[in-house]
Structures are given as C-alpha cells and as structure tokens.
C-alpha cells in the first residue's frame, strides 16, 4: 500500500532559523511528488512537483529536493508568514496520496 | 479571479439530512476532484471526474454522490447525514488525469453534522 509520511509533525522556529520538513514515502511507479502549503481556514496551495531522484526546485526562501525514498522541504531564513502546514502527497497512477503534513510555526 | 470556487463555505446541519456542496473551476482544466480532510488534518481522495467521466471512486458510501454536468463543474450530494460526515470537503481540478499535474483547490466546505 501507499504510503506517506511527514515529519516531524510540528516544528517551532525563530524568524531567521533555517531548517527542513521530511517526506518519506513508499510507492511503486511514482509519478510525481507534489509539496502543498495550507493555511488555516484554507484549500492546500501548489508548491512543487518534482518527477525523479536528484530533482531540486526552489521558490523564494524554499528548496525541494527529491530522492528515491524521500523528499524534503528546506526553509532558509524564514519568516512569520511562512507559519502554515504543508503537506507532500505522491502520485501513482490517477491520484494523489498525502501525508498528514508538517505544521510550521516561524516566531518573530 | 477565483481559480476553483465551492459553495456554501459552511454547512450545519442535522443528521438524517441530504445536503448538495457545488464546486466550479475556471481554469479550463479537464479534470476535478472532491478531497475529505478529517479532524486530524487528512487529506483523502473521494471521487474523481475527467470531462464528466468518473474515474477515481474510493471506498466511499454509497450516501455520497458525486455529479458533474459539465467538465467545470462537480457538486457531491450526500444524502443521510451521519456524525461521521463532519469534516471539511475540498474540490479541485487539474489540466488531466493520469499525468502529474498540480491540482488547484478550492476554499474548502466545512460540513458540521449534529
């Protein structure tokens, strides 16, 4: 069976304090791994896809990176208003599997 | 511009009541998707259409019904609330099934069954 895991589950930061969100997965035929950032209240927002082992992507203050067994999210100085959840889900076939996501929280 | 769009934002109602949540994207996407995201914050596919064709249908009651009348909207009708339903529902839409693109949601519906 499919499966994804996000760890840790909560992590504190201070503004400025950089660190990384772990996605573990296992699934046969991956096709894609998607990073999603949610805010309270609201739907998850696209981040990244990254499609095969030794892909990187950034977005601002944001980098995803992508082995065979997993990916992470690496946030370099961040800020308050990165404080949000964000979940990583793989594709096999027609659909996406999520995991329970990371809830971040950047203090000022 | 709303992307993907659901109405009503929030839904209480009583058990034993049948309820419709709409869902509409303008993105011109082939593609669309109702999600359940649980008190724990899990984010779980229920149903999938692709121009109107369902596609994905999990292991979901047969009280849920999803129905897309056209390839930009889905609506989920479920009828028979039970307490188990609360959570809160989200639609999105991506350009095709199968290959690995984004999905794009909406705002969520949140469903409170009392």
């Known amino acids: 069976e499919d499966q994804v895991t996000q760890s840790p589950e909560a992590l504190r930061l201070q503004e400025g304090e950089s660190s990384s969100l772990n996605c573990s997965y296992t699934?046969?035929?991956?096709?894609?791994l998607f990073w999603y950032r949610q805010d309270p209240g609201k739907g998850p927002e696209f981040l990244f896809t990254?499609?095969?082992a030794g892909e990187e992507k950034e977005k601002e203050r944001l980098k995803a990176t992508l082995t065979k067994k997993e990916s992470f999210l690496h946030i370099t100085a961040p800020k308050p208003e990165d404080s949000a959840t964000y979940l990583c889900?793989?594709?096999?076939?027609?659909?996406?599997?999520f995991g329970k996501g990371t809830k971040l929280t950047v203090n000022p | 511009d709303t992307a993907v769009s659901q109405t009503p934002k929030y839904l209480v109602t009583q058990m034993g009541n049948d309820k419709s949540i709409k869902c509409e994207q303008n993105?011109?996407?082939?593609?669309m998707y109702w999600y359940k995201q649980d008190s724990k914050k899990f984010l779980k596919i229920m149903f999938s259409?692709?121009?109107?064709?369902?596609?994905i249908n999990e292991t979901v009651p047969n009280r849920f019904s999803p129905k897309s009348p056209d390839k930009a909207h889905l609506n989920l009708h479920i009828n028979s609330l039970e307490l188990g339903d609360s959570a809160v529902y989200f639609c999105?839409?991506?350009?095709?099934?199968?290959?690995?693109?984004?999905?794009?949601f909406g705002p969520g519906t949140r469903l409170t069954v009392t």
């Open positions: 999105a839409s991506s350009r095709r099934s199968g290959d690995p693109y984004e999905q794009y």
């Open positions: 699934v046969s035929g991956l096709r894609g």
């Open positions: 990254l499609y095969s």
């Open positions: 889900a793989v594709q096999r076939s027609e659909k996406l599997v």
């Open positions: 993105l011109g996407h082939d593609t």
């Open positions: 259409y692709n121009n109107k064709e369902l596609i």
